[in-house]
């Protein structure tokens, strides 16, 4: 086996380290993404690149927005509460 | 071309349903709708690739996971051969990188189950449609 798929393979065998930090929030950006890209390629009449960009990238948008939107309600609900 | 008979019809909806689940995008590629079989196909093995790389193989875990397992298994019978390794516990994750590495790999198999149902639906149609004709 050589040492590229070796270390390929090691890199699928070790966890990444991922902190309990704000910061690991972002790992939601590119799930959010594929979700948005998948129901989408299910949706569309049509798939033509630039319109199919334009929704995902929308829906995309929408995800985190509500996310945010979210986020800040359940802030606000914690701060009234404690 | 002619329209098929209800049991050829049922084979070929199951056909394009378990090719979906072979392969991610397998169902629509059958139903000529290649550009639709491609992104499904990058965007749900880059994000179990990527769920496998935050977390490790340790994640898709049939003994210790199993609600996980069930969704992960959506992706393709691979991710079986990936359970047979890691039911042993020798891959054991824990904390953070286990969490989100789980939710992305059931996620992409939940996404994948949604497409493979969105591949029947649209054979379905598309045979109705040739019926009608």
């Known amino acids: ?82 | 071309m002619p329209p098929r008979s209800k049991e050829n019809h049922i084979v070929f909806l199951l056909t394009v349903g378990l090719a979906g689940w072979l392969i991610p995008g397998g169902g629509h590629f059958i139903l000529k709708e290649r550009a639709r079989a491609i992104i499904i196909f990058a965007a749900i093995v880059l994000t179990f690739a990527m769920g496998l790389y935050i977390g490790s193989i340790g994640v898709v875990n049939p003994v210790t996971g199993k609600l996980a397992y069930a969704a992960q298994i959506m992706n393709s019978p691979a991710v079986a051969a990936i359970g047979r390794f890691t039911k042993g516990g020798d891959y054991a994750v824990f904390g953070k990188p286990n969490e989100i590495g789980q939710i992305y790999t059931s996620i992409a198999g939940l996404l994948n189950l949604l497409c493979i149902v969105n591949a029947v639906y649209l054979a379905h149609l598309k045979e109705t449609e040739r019926a009608r004709a």
Not at chain 1, 21 to 49: C, D, F, N
């Open chain 1, 1 to 82: 086996m050589s040492l590229i798929t070796t270390l390929i393979l090691a890199d699928f065998t070790t966890p990444e380290r991922v902190g309990v930090t704000a910061l690991s929030m972002l790992w939601l950006l590119p799930l959010a993404l594929s979700v948005a890209v998948v129901y989408k390629a299910t949706k569309v009449s049509e798939v033509r690149a630039v319109s199919f960009i334009r929704e995902s990238v929308v829906l995309f948008a929408s995800i985190i927005v509500f996310m945010l939107v979210t986020a800040v309600a359940l802030l606000g609900i914690a701060w009234l509460v404690t």
